[in-house]
C-alpha cells in the first residue's frame, strides 16, 4: 500500500485543485492520499468526491501554522472535526495574519522588484489561505525568479530582508486543540534546516508531554543524517514516524509519493482520530 500524508491543493497554495490531486495521486500509483492544506479545511469535500470517484482513500488533513518559541513549525492534523470552535478560530486567526502579512511583505518588495498585490491575488485565484507561494508565484511571473524554490531561497526566506511574521499559536497550545478537535497532530519537515531555524531536539520532548503523535520523517527536505536523527527522537519519544511528498502541483519539485508512510502508522492515525478515512 502507498500511501502520502502530505499534499496541497489550490484551497492554499498548491496549483491543482483539490479533485485534480486527488485524480494526481490515483494516477501516481498511490492508494492512500492526504490532502493537507495550510490552516483551511475547505477543500475536503471536493477532494472526498474525487477520491470516490477514483477508487483512491482520502485522509481529511490540515497543515497548521505554529510557533515555538519564536521559531515557525507547522503541524499536520489529521481527521480532525473541521467545525471544532477552538481549532476553527485558531485557522481563522491564522489565515488573516497571513494575508496582512503577505501585504506588508508586498510593499517592501515592491520598493526594489517589478510586484504588485494584484499580481499575487491574481496568482492566488480562489484559494482560501494567501501566503508566500503566492508570492512566489507573482514573481515568476514577473521574471524576478525563475520559480518558486529560487524565490524562497532568497527573496522569500525566513530571515530574510522582506520577511514579516505573522500571528500563529504557539505549537503546544496548537497540539491541544487538534486532539481536542479529535485529530492527531504529527509535526511536519521538523529538520527542514534549509528553510531557516528549526526547533532543538528538548522541543520534542515538551511536545510529546503536550500530545504531539509522531514526527514526519520521511521529506524531501530531510538528508540521511536528519532522518536517522528524526528516526532516533521519534523511537525515543514512542512518536509515530510519517511521510509524505509536501505536494503542491507545478508549485513546487516534490512528486506525489516520492515519500511515502508505512500502512501500520496510518491504521494507528486512524485508531487515534475521531474520523475516518474516506475509502
Not at 210 to 233: K, S
Not at 237 to 263: F, I, M, Q, Y
Amino acid at each position: 500500500m502507498r500511501i502520502d500524508l502530505h499534499a496541497h491543493s489550490a484551497a492554499s497554495d498548491g496549483t491543482q485543485s483539490p479533485a485534480d490531486l486527488v485524480a494526481s495521486a490515483a494516477r501516481a500509483g498511490l492508494d492512500v492520499v492526504a490532502l493537507t492544506d495550510h490552516d483551511t479545511t475547505a477543500g475536503w469535500a471536493q477532494a472526498a468526491s474525487a477520491a470516490r470517484r477514483a477508487g483512491i482513500a482520502l485522509v481529511r488533513g490540515t497543515e497548521v501554522s505554529a510557533r515555538w518559541r519564536g521559531v515557525s513549525v507547522h503541524l499536520l492534523s489529521y481527521l480532525q472535526d473541521p467545525e471544532h470552535p477552538a481549532l476553527v478560530a485558531e485557522l481563522d486567526r491564522t489565515r488573516e495574519a497571513r494575508l496582512g502579512r503577505a501585504r506588508r511583505m508586498v510593499e517592501l518588495l515592491a520598493a526594489d522588484h517589478p510586484v504588485t498585490w494584484d499580481d499575487v491575488l491574481e496568482q492566488a485565484g480562489d484559494a482560501v489561505t494567501v501566503g508566500r507561494p503566492h508570492i512566489a508565484d507573482a514573481l515568476v511571473a514577473r521574471g524576478v525568479v525563475p520559480d518558486r524554490d529560487a524565490a524562497f531561497v532568497d527573496l522569500l526566506r525566513a530571515d530574510g530582508r522582506y520577511h514579516v511574521p505573522h500571528y500563529a499559536p504557539d505549537a503546544a497550545d496548537a497540539i491541544r486543540a487538534i486532539l481536542a478537535a479529535g485529530g492527531v497532530p504529527v509535526f511536519a519537515h521538523p529538520g527542514a534546516d534549509a528553510r531557516g531555524r528549526i526547533v532543538p531536539d528538548e522541543t520534542f520532548d515538551e511536545l510529546a508531554d503536550a500530545g504531539l503523535a509522531g514526527l514526519e520523517v520521511h521529506h524531501r527536505d530531510h538528508d540521511d543524517a536528519q532522518r536517522a536523527r528524526l528516526t532516533g527522537l521519534a523511537h525515543r519519544l514512542g512518536l509515530l514516524v510519517t511521510g509524505g511528498s509536501d505536494h503542491h502541483g507545478a508549485g513546487k519539485a516534490n512528486r506525489l509519493g516520492e515519500n511515502l508512510t508505512d500502512p501500520a502508522v496510518l491504521a494507528e492515525i486512524e485508531a487515534r482520530a475521531t474520523s475516518e478515512v474516506i475509502r
